[in-house]
């Protein structure tokens, strides 16, 4: 809904506009003209008086560059770190890598843009007929592309955790690297039509004729009925029900694995300690990914629900008060939808104690590198001690994030 409201002179104008672009206009077409703005005036004027509304309004002018700053600084910083020589030895690193930058690319294209329009007035997307179609495929891919290297992740932990013998066959950085590029061509290519599909087209706002990015006039059907529900299969329910699945297969193994445990307390002091420094290590990445999966379904299944409802509900739109809790409902869910990708950082800050440790490197430098010296002195003499080598810890530093 747009927030210029019409008032009596703006009816005036516009009615003397219509009659002077078709002089042969009929009273009785005038008149429903006439009726029309006075009804859409009402509405407005009725709609901006509501909280649910003005709160809408507020949240869309401040939640985004809170979002925007966590994000991108964030998306950053992992980027960095996931690529440090330390964590490079596991191809779940390179997924993670390639979803900070995927983030960000839906960070700049849709809230970024959003925010400036609702701080001028002014989207760039409907300046031009190349931004337009441009900004239209990028943004579609790169929010289906950034959720499907969530699935992707998920599916590498599934083959580790439940699929172990197969692991070093599948999990490994030269395949990993053109799974990442297969999908970004094949999400191109799914969302390729709308350079085709959408086009700047002239509508009728506020007494004079504007350019919007909107559909064809040959696919309004489609790009208004069908490609929404083609969306969110791609960005939302598809995804939902492979996490749902892997994951639940990979939360019973992880406690099927953690309650045999117990079982290798009766072996020799050293082979029990590698065994569980391996498992600890794959628990704590595991930890952390599950982590990621479900902060990704907790986010985005409240906008999958508003977008079903407002298709359920479609009629109640003319009602102001039901509009004004649709909006406000929509922004909340879109807000969420943007927090899941603008919080990675955190959570592998509080999930990765690898990440975590490096973070503070960079923060601390020489006083949380000389805490690491001291670490790996005690972890020496623990070991020479022992009359064997470390590599159960080995394991675990170069499999645990």
Partial sequence: MDSTFYDEYNITQILLEILRQNQNISNEALLEHAQELLKQL???????????????????LYVPPVLLVLGVIGNVLSFFILRHKTMTRQSTTLFLAVLSIADSLVLFIGLFRK???????????????????????????????????????????FIVVCRPLQASRYCKQKRARKVVLVM?????????????????????????????????????????RIWPWIDLVLYSLFPLVILLFFNTHIIRQVVRATAGRD??????????????????????????????????????????????????????MDNPKQFAKLVLIRTISELLMYLNHSINFFLYCATGQKFRNIVLRMICGRSTSNISNFSDHSQHLYCSRANNNCNGHKSENETAL
């Fill in 42 to 60: 009402t509405f407005d004027r009725e709609l901006s008086s509501y909280t649910e509304f003005r709160l809408h309004k507020a949240m869309l």
């Fill in 184 to 224: 970004i061509f094949i999400f191109l290519a799914i969302n390729a039509h709308l350079f085709w599909t959408v086009e700047l087209t002239e509508q009728n706002l506020n007494r004079k004729t504007v350019l919007r990015c909107d559909a064809g006039p040959n696919f309004v059907e489609f790009i208004d």
């Fill in 115 to 157: 925010w400036i329009g609702e701080i001028t007035g002014l989207d760039i997307q409907h300046e031009s007929m190349f931004l337009c179609k441009t900004i239209t495929v990028l943004a579609y891919s790169v929010s289906h592309y950034s959720v499907w290297l969530i699935v992707a992740v998920t599916i590498e932990r």
């Fill in 263 to 316: 079982i290798l307390q009766n072996g020799p002091l050293m082979k029990v300690d590698s065994r569980r420094n391996t498992k600890d290590a794959n628990l704590k990445l595991t930890i952390m990914l599950l982590t990621i999966s479900f902060t990704f379904l907790a986010t985005t299944v409240p906008m999958n629900v508003v977008m079903i409802a407002s298709v359920v509900w479609r009629n109640e």
